[in-house]
């Protein structure tokens, strides 16, 4: 039985540290695949302890409507945090960046325009429609006539679950374009190149952020927005591609 | 009075065991009724991803015993040099995460993969088609197959393969009617483990073939497309393929019952 006692304490202090209990510094972020790099930079710059999950933004506020309680949620749209604080489980989101949807392609593809797109055995990845990066995709294409459109429709070869599964696919050369924010293009670190929307078809890609309700650490959470808007974060989001928020 | 003890931790860890792995399973059925688990199956995407589930998982289960069965016996029944070398290689992938096998699933048979070119040359596409999904369920679930294979067919008595062969049997008949069935238990609850990790298999198929409904969009990812949309209809898709995956479990189990005492009157 004294075993069992010792497995019992290990196990609780386990519980505690993902807790974060021992820490109370420490800011438990659920972050936007897209935010990556740029809070990767901001926390390391800043030298915040951050505790910082990545995904699509529709999974982490899935998450967040099932009960898990991060200190800070930043979303790839204004909607999801909308939704969120609509429910009560997140504060009043701040925009906190801007970002541009772009069409990418590997550096050395001949591919330069959406028209290309519509070509027959041309392969495409974009965003699963729930997660922003699809619904700005289909905002856009929705907006072409409606045979460039089912052309380009009917050259997906996969919907990927958040940003970094398209980019991935575009890297490893498994598809031939994809639409990702002109971002992923920067971190791809030269092996993507982006090709500009035109102007008519690009979509308002704004970032919100909020502090989520029932936090553990909420100053922690108020400080790490605050930093994205100006000081280390602001500069992080800069060098990553992101243009400040409007106004 | 320290026996009564033992006994009782005994049963209190069985207890743990039990509420551990029921409880989540349990949840997921007293969240859904009957009718959202029927209403699930009235999607068409649905519908998709579970055929081709049963489509894929079943085709890289007969790739794995077709090849696997006779591999399996040659690693139990000949000592050779470099053995538990390939038995630990061959094993290895069990112990891989399916984030780790997508990547290097890419790194192999993908377009820029070791095998890229080659594979290109031959016409073959892998990548986002179905094929790569038979691909990747077949990587991260044949090891199950071989491990439990090999282990049943060492545990044959080696003098019943000799009386055979005494009786003018050849080597393959041998192998045919008399090791197989007396592997059958073994062989089938290999082949239970195989089928439902590769009915369960979500990062590798993810990495390596994408997801796009009815060609590669199986069962566990679109479960996953839908957890941030509509978390009920995720639940009873979750439930379909845990009844699913139990009834392959028990109708696999009756037919390996069936083998031993079929293949103990042959």
Known sequence: MASLAVIATCLEGLVGCGGGGESSDQVVVSAAASLDTAFRDYVDAAGIDAKISFAGSDELAAQIRQGVRPDVYAAANTTLPDQLHKEGLVGNPTVIATNALVLAVPNDSQIDSLDDLTEPGTTIAMGDPAVPVGSYTRDVLGKLAAEQRGAIFSNVRSEEPDVSGIAGKLTQGAVDAGFVYVTDVTASGGELKAIQLPADLQPDVSYGAAVVSGAKNPEGARAFIDGLLRGDGARALRNSGFKPPPG | ?266
């Open chain 2, 1 to 266: 009075m320290r026996r009564a003890a033992f006994g009782a931790a005994l049963f209190l860890a069985l207890f743990l065991v039990l509420a551990f792995l029921t409880l989540p399973i349990v949840a997921i059925f007293v969240h859904t009724s009957p009718g959202d688990l029927i209403s699930s199956l009235g999607e068409e995407d649905a519908r998709d991803a579970l055929w081709l589930s049963l489509q894929t998982s079943l085709a890289a289960l007969t790739v794995i015993v077709i090849v696997g069965t006779p591999a399996a016996y040659l690693l139990a029944t000949r000592e050779f040099r470099a053995r538990s070398v390939v038995v630990t290689l061959i094993e290895l992938p069990l112990v891989l995460p399916p984030a780790v096998a997508g990547i290097a699933l890419l790194a192999s048979f993908g377009p820029k993969g070791l095998f890229g070119g080659a594979l290109d040359d031959a016409g073959i596409e892998l990548v986002l088609q179905t094929a790569g999904v038979i691909v990747a369920l077949t990587f991260v679930a044949a090891p199950f197959y071989l491990r439990q294979a090999q282990e049943a067919f060492a545990a044959v008595d080696r003098n019943l393969l000799d009386a055979a062969r005494t009786l003018g049997a050849s080597e393959a008949r041998a192998f045919i009617r008399v090791a197989v069935p007396c592997a059958g238990q073994g062989i089938t609850s290999g082949l239970a483990l195989a089928w439902g990790r590769a009915l369960g298999e979500f990062g590798a198929t993810l990495m390596f073939a994408g997801s796009f409904s009815g060609i590669t969009q199986t069962v566990p990812l679109a479960i996953f497309a839908r957890f941030s949309s509509d978390f009920t209809s995720a639940l009873a898709l979750s439930g379909v393929l845990v009844l699913v995956s139990a009834a392959l479990l028990l109708s696999v189990k009756i037919l390996g019952r069936s083998m031993v005492l079929g293949g103990g009157a042959a």
